[in-house]
C-alpha cells in the first residue's frame, strides 16, 4: 500500500493548489443551506469557482458545465431530492468526478436511502466522519470503486489500493459549522484538476489542515476562526507548506 | 414574584453553561436560512450540538433525539410548513422543551396561523421582539404555560408566577442578523439542561447580552461584531460573568 | 449625456446614505440563500431593514410594506419561482421600485425564463456582471425603461438618457461569495429613498467600493475582508467619501 509520505510530497500539494488556481474549475455543490457561504468563499479562496443551483429543472443545465460536482445531504430539501438523479445523469452522462458528503446520514432514513442512491454510481469520493463512514459502511462495501475519505482528528483516506492519513488541522474544526462540508467542496475542487481521487483528497485535506493550524494561531476563538481559515488558505504558498508538512511527517 | 436578582446569581448562569459544555445537548432547529449559520455557530460555541433537518420526510427522525426543539418562522417555506407538526408530534411524544420564535408574525398571516398552531402546546418558551410579542399576545393569552420572553434594551421574562428581567447587551446586536434568532437557540439549549424555563431564559440571555457586551468593546463595526460575539461566548466564566452581572445589578 | 462627475457629487452621495439611516427603509429581498446573510447585514449597516420571506403564500403580505424589492435568481427554487409573480404584483399595485440581478443567468434557461418575466415589468433596475448582462441584452433592449448596472472593474450605469461609471472597489470582491448579490440589495435600498434610479445606483455602488477599498486596507485575505467590508460600510461619512471620490475622479 502507499503511504502519503511515499507519494504526497509539499510539491504535489503545491502543483494542485496552483493547477486550481490557474485553471478556475467550477464545482456544483448541492449542498445544506447552513454550510452555502462558508463552502463558496472557501472554494473561492482556491481559485475554484462555486454554483449552487438546486431547482430540478435547471440543475442539470447548471451542473453541465462544472469540472466536479459535490452532493451533501445536510438540510437536504424536497426539492435537494428531486435534484439528486439528475445530477447523478450529469455525472454518468460526462463522466465528471462525484463527491458524497453523508451528513448526519446515521440519523436519517431518507440520508441514507439518498447516500445509497449516489452510491450506486462508481467512482464516487465519500467524506464523512467516524459515525456517517460507520452509518455507510455496508452501502460502500458495495460500491464500485468508492473512496472512503473519514476526518477527525487524524484524516485517513482508502480505497482497495492505498491508504493516505493526514494529520493536520486543530480542535475548533469541530466547532465551527460548515468547516467538515467545505472540505468537502475542497476535495472536488482538486478532483476536477487531479484525476488520482486519493491524491486529490489529500491534498485538499492537507492544505485544509494546514490553513487550519494557521487560522488557530490568529484567531481568538470560534467564531473567528473560520474566517482565518480562508485567508490562510487563500495565502497558503509552498514555503509554508514545506514548512508545516515537515513538521509532522 | 421573584426578580432576577433574587434567583439568578452568577453561579447559577455559570452552573447552566458548564452543564451544557459537559452534556452538550443537540438541539433541533426549524429556522430561517439567513440565521442559520449563525445560529449553529452560536450552539457550537457554547458546547450544544446544532441539527437543521427541515424536510418533513426526515425531521421528525433527526429532531427525535436532541434534548430540545426550536421553531423560527423566519423565511418559513411550504416544506418547513409542513415540518412544523411533525416537530410537534415529537414535542408531545417525547416531552421535549420548545422554543418559539414568532420572526415578523405581525406581517404574515401565515406565521400567525403556525404560531398558533405551535402555542397549542402547552409549556412553550416564546421569544421575540416587541412588535412580535404585542401581534402574538392574544394567542399567548390563551396559552397554557407559555414563557414570554420579550428581548430588547431591557429583556423581560414573565409567566403567571415570575418576571424576570435583563440588562446586558449593547445597541449592536439590533444591526446584525440573526443574533435575536440565535438568542433563541441559545434559550433552548439552556433548556435543554435546566428543567425551570424561566431561569434557562434568564441565563441564556444574560451570557449572551454580556458576550454582547464583551464583542462591542472589540469590534470595528457591526460587521465584526458576531464573530466578536461568539468569541467572547465560547470563552466566557464565572469570573467574567461575575464581574458583569456584579455591574449592573 | 450626463456623466457621474456632473451629476453625482459627494454631497449627493451622502446624503441619499443619510435619507438611508434616517426613513430606515424595508427592502423586501428574495434572494439565494448563500447571500442572504451577507445581504442583510449589509443593508442593516447602511441603516435599511431586511425582509426575506419567500413562502408564496405569505411574501406578497410581507412584501407590501417595504419600499424596494429585489429578485435574485441565484438558487432560485419552485417555491421562490412561484414568489416572483407575486413580487410582480406587488411592484404593480403599490409603484415600487424593483432591482433584479440576474445571477448566472448565462447557465440556465429557468432563469432566463423568470428575468423575461421580471422585465416585462416597466423601469426595472437590473445589476449583473458582463456575463449575466450580455445573456440578457436582448431581453432588456426590449424592456421599458430598464436601467442596466453593469458591475466589474469599472461599473456602468445606464438607461436611454444617461451613462454613469463608477471606478472603485477591489479585486478581492469577485473572491469573496454575494458581494455582488448584496450591491444590488444597496441599489434597492438606494432606490427606496431616491426617486432618479440612475443616481441611486450610482450612489450604492460608489459606497459600496470605497467601503471595499477602506476593507482591502484592513483585511488580511479574502476571509476577513467582508467583514471589514460592512463595519466600513457602517461608518461612512462625508469626509471619508470626499477623500475617496476625489482621488479617483
Known amino acids: 500500500m502507499k503511504s502519503m509520505n511515499d507519494s504526497l510530497d509539499v510539491s504535489r500539494v503545491a502543483s494542485i493548489l496552483a493547477a486550481l488556481g490557474k485553471r478556475r474549475p467550477r464545482v456544483h455543490c448541492l449542498t445544506n443551506t447552513v454550510a452555502q457561504n462558508l463552502t463558496a468563499n472557501m472554494l473561492l479562496a482556491c481559485g475554484a469557482i462555486p454554483s449552487m443551483a438546486s431547482h430540478p429543472d435547471e440543475v442539470g443545465a447548471v451542473a453541465a458545465g462544472a469540472g466536479a460536482i459535490l452532493i451533501n445531504l445536510g438540510t437536504i430539501s424536497p426539492e435537494g431530492e428531486r435534484a439528486v438523479p439528475k445530477l447523478l445523469a450529469v455525472v454518468r452522462e460526462r463522466g465528471m468526478p462525484l463527491v458524497l458528503d453523508p451528513v448526519f446520514v446515521e440519523l436519517s432514513p431518507l440520508r441514507l436511502r439518498l447516500a445509497e442512491a449516489v452510491l450506486g454510481q462508481p467512482g464516487v469520493t465519500v467524506r464523512g466522519n467516524a459515525a456517517e463512514m460507520?452509518?455507510?459502511?455496508?452501502?460502500?462495501?458495495?460500491?464500485?470503486?468508492?473512496?472512503?475519505?473519514?476526518?477527525?482528528?487524524?484524516?485517513?483516506?482508502?480505497?482497495?489500493?492505498?491508504?493516505?492519513?493526514?494529520?493536520?488541522?486543530?480542535?475548533?474544526?469541530?466547532?465551527?459549522?460548515?468547516?467538515?462540508?467545505?472540505?468537502?467542496?475542497?476535495?472536488?475542487?482538486?478532483?476536477?484538476?487531479?484525476?488520482?481521487?486519493?491524491?486529490?483528497?489529500?491534498?485538499?485535506?492537507?492544505?485544509?489542515?494546514?490553513?487550519?493550524?494557521?487560522?488557530?494561531?490568529?484567531?481568538?476563538?470560534?467564531?473567528?476562526?473560520?474566517?482565518?481559515?480562508?485567508?490562510?488558505?487563500?495565502?497558503?504558498?509552498?514555503?509554508?507548506?514545506?514548512?508545516?508538512?515537515?513538521?509532522?511527517?
Chains 1, 2, 3 share one sequence.
Do not use: N, Q
Open 134 to 249: 460507520a452509518a455507510l459502511a455496508g452501502v460502500m462495501s458495495e460500491a464500485r470503486g468508492v473512496l472512503r475519505v473519514t476526518t477527525g482528528k487524524v484524516d485517513r483516506i482508502e480505497d482497495k489500493t492505498c491508504v493516505f492519513t493526514v494529520a493536520h488541522g486543530h480542535e475548533w474544526m469541530a466547532r465551527v459549522t460548515g468547516l467538515g462540508c467545505a472540505s468537502s467542496a475542497l476535495i472536488a475542487a482538486c478532483r476536477a484538476v487531479e484525476p488520482d481521487a486519493a491524491v486529490a483528497a489529500a491534498a485538499a485535506l492537507t492544505a485544509y489542515g494546514i490553513a487550519g493550524e494557521i487560522a488557530a494561531e490568529r484567531a481568538a476563538g470560534p467564531g473567528s476562526f473560520a474566517m482565518h481559515l480562508i485567508d490562510a488558505l487563500a495565502g497558503l504558498d509552498e514555503a509554508t507548506l514545506a514548512a508545516r508538512m515537515g513538521a509532522v511527517s
